[in-house]
Every structure is written in C-alpha cells, then in structure tokens.
C-alpha cells in the first residue's frame, strides 16, 4: 500500500502483510536514546515477566516496570524507516535541455516491521490503564471511529 502525502516528492510505502516483518518483542522505553545504530538488547535488556503479567526490567541501572498492551482490533503498527530516493525523471527531452540538473530526491517512508502489541514502561509503577497517556490514546480510536461512523435512524430520532 502506498500512501501520498501533500508533497508529491513524499510518498509512505506500506508492505503487505507477507513482505513486512512481524515484531514480537517492541518497547516504549520512558526515555529518549540518541542513538541509533545496532544495539545488543538481547544482552543488556532482559525483561522478566511477573505473577500479574507485568514485566521488570532495569535499563542503564534504572528498575523499569512494564505492561503488555494490544492494538486496537483490526489494527496494525508499522515500524517505519525513512529513506531518500533519487527519481529519474522520466521525460528523455527534458532530460536532454537540462543535462546538468540533478535527479530530484524522493522521501521514501518504507515499514520496517509490523507489530499488533508492545510493551509500555515506566520508571517508578507498573503503567496503568487508565493514566498513562499512550495507553488511554488507544481509546480515542474507538471514539473516533463512532464519531465518523455514518448515523443511523436511531441517531436521527435522538437528535430530534
């Protein structure tokens, strides 16, 4: 699936279900990393599940507290990486008047990976459902999707 943004050099690039990866194992950490290379997580970062289906895990020396939580149904996060692409214009006679211009770049958004749960984490508690901001986020999908949802007849005799 590709989907065009305003700007005709930016286009979001959506694989199917059978291209992408599917994640298994994604955290929101409750800090920022100005880092982005490899990492071995899988050395340093151990999250141990407890009794109650939260998880602990300590992150440069900090005790971190966890809990799993599913997307919405019948959606999808994306794990996106941004690319530059160089795109040849496709007019030889244009090509032909202006041989010393460049090729125009392309800002390509291409998915990474797919993930229909994550871990959400904070330092001090356990991330509770009903104030942590990215859990209670989720809600507004399904307040939006009432909102937009067409009205019906009932709808129509309520608002009369």
């Known amino acids: 699936m590709t989907i065009a943004t305003t700007s005709a050099?930016?286009?979001?690039?959506?694989?199917?279900?059978n291209e992408t990866q599917a994640v298994d194992c994604l955290h929101l950490l409750p800090c920022a990393v100005k880092y982005s290379g490899p990492a071995n997580t899988s050395t340093y970062f151990l999250p141990q599940q407890q009794l109650d289906s939260t998880y602990e895990a300590t992150f440069r020396g900090r005790q971190?507290?966890?809990?799993?939580?599913?997307?919405?149904?019948?959606?999808?996060?994306h794990i996106v990486v941004d690319s530059v692409a160089t795109n040849e214009a496709s007019?030889?006679?244009f090509e032909s008047e202006t041989p010393d211009m460049p090729a125009a770049e392309?800002?390509?958004?291409?998915?990474?990976?797919?993930?229909?749960?994550l871990t959400v984490?904070?330092?001090d508690r356990v991330p509770a459902e009903d104030d942590d901001e990215f859990i209670t986020?989720?809600?507004?999908?399904?307040?939006?999707?009432?909102?937009?949802a067409d009205c019906t007849d009932s709808c129509d005799e309520t608002a009369a």
């Open 9 to 17: 050099r930016d286009q979001i690039n959506l694989k199917s279900d």
């Open 64 to 77: 971190l507290h966890g809990r799993k939580v599913r997307l919405p149904e019948n959606y999808t996060g």
């Open 91 to 93: 007019d030889s006679s």
């Open 106 to 117: 392309q800002r390509v958004i291409l998915s990474a990976g797919q993930f229909d749960s």
């Open 121 to 123: 984490w904070e330092h």
């Open 137 to 148: 986020s989720l809600e507004w999908i399904a307040v939006a999707a009432s909102i937009h």
